[in-house]
């Protein structure tokens, strides 16, 4: 077991020693304070969403003058039906529940940083593809095969180095988030509430809660495409190709699956089943798919693409390499 250790140390210190690792840390960093930035601007102007205007003791009376004055524009412009109504909805709920509206925090910044886990995915898919295709591509494989160490175990510590990366890598978007987001717009204590709208109406829910439930839905995608990525990696020996496919699948998934939404089989697809939040904020995409249904789908592709890559990995002839 020591010797796995000793290369999973290796496989972290081959990856975070390479300049385009750091640079993929520096591109989240900066987006992260962009959009700080701009939420600050826009906490200045008081836009939707900040709730700063709903601060004093006056607040049920300016969401009811807000009420008023959306009314009015959707009298004026009726393309703003749709948002207004919503808008007045949300206000109404606030006051029929004597909500008062909690200004914008650095918790709900991290929540919505939720989707600069999609970032997160498409890096974890490069370190995945090139992990092991980079061996075979720079000729080092050989370097690790000669070792008194089964191909199994190096196998094994790329893959569990992917995931390291994976996690670290969202740990970093969360920490990070709720660092700048303290920095630019304070914090509302440890356990904030808000008002969302989920499954066609509105609740007051935490906000802690919807960080976790997000986050741990988006980390099933990562794990999957990551996987997947490994998997290629393994099986074609070239990064480009299994970036490439890698990529456009996870970009293309919900796309193939609602080409092919007419069909019974539909729901096996991968990518019918990886985005589980479905089952808790909505109606699940296909007939006949349940929480269970999803989980054992994604369970058989996993044990697939880890088959797989054991199998290209661990029976292949290097000796012409």
């Known amino acids: 077991m020591s010797n796995f250790f000793k290369l999973l140390v290796n496989e972290q210190y081959k990856l975070y020693i390479r300049k385009s690792t750091w640079v ?16 600050n601007f826009a906490q200045g102007a ?32 009726e393309m703003m039906q749709g ?15 004597d909500i008062q509206p909690s200004s914008y925090d650095a918790w709900q ?26 061996e075979f591509k720079w000729g080092t494989i050989k370097l690790l095969l000669i070792r ?32 700048v987001g303290i920095l630019f717009f304070g914090i509302n204590g440890m356990d904030p509430h808000i008002v969302l709208n989920q499954s066609e109406s509105y609740s007051y829910v935490s906000v802690i809660q919807q960080i976790i439930e997000g986050y741990g839905f988006q ?8 996987t997947f990525a490994f998997m290629i990696s393994a099986i074609f020996r070239q990064s480009s190709l299994a970036i490439g496919i890698a990529i456009f699948l996870m970009l293309a998934g919900n796309a193939i699956v609602t080409f092919f939404a007419d069909y019974s089989w539909a729901k096996y697809i ?28 994604l369970v058989v592709y996993y044990l697939i693409f880890l088959v797989l890559s054991w199998v290209f990995f661990t029976k292949r002839d290097v000796a012409g390499q």
């Open 148 to 179: 008194p160490i089964t191909r199994t175990k190096i196998l094994l510590s790329k893959y569990v180095s992917v995931l390291l990366f994976a996690l670290f890598t969202l740990l970093y978007v969360l920490v990070f988030s709720w660092v």
């Open 24 to 39: 993929m840390y520096i591109l989240v960093s900066l987006i992260i304070l962009g959009l700080a930035f701009l939420g």
């Open 83 to 97: 948002f207004n109504a919503r808008q007045i909805e949300e206000n109404n709920y606030y006051l029929d529940n």
């Open 219 to 226: 980390l099933v995608t990562l794990l999957m495409m990551a």
């Open 109 to 134: 910044f991290v929540m919505e940083n939720e989707f600069l886990l999609s970032l997160v995915s498409l890096f974890t898919i490069i370190v995945a593809a090139g992990i092991i295709a980079n």
């Open 270 to 297: 991968m990518f019918a089943n990886t985005d589980l939040s479905q089952y808790t904020n909505g109606t699940p995409w296909l007939d006949g798919m349940s929480l269970g249904f999803s989980i054992t789908v």
């Open 46 to 77: 008081n836009a939707p969403g900040t709730n700063e205007k709903y601060q004093d003791s006056n607040w049920k009376q300016t969401l009811q003058q807000e009420n008023e004055d959306l009314k009015k524009q959707i009298e004026e412009e």
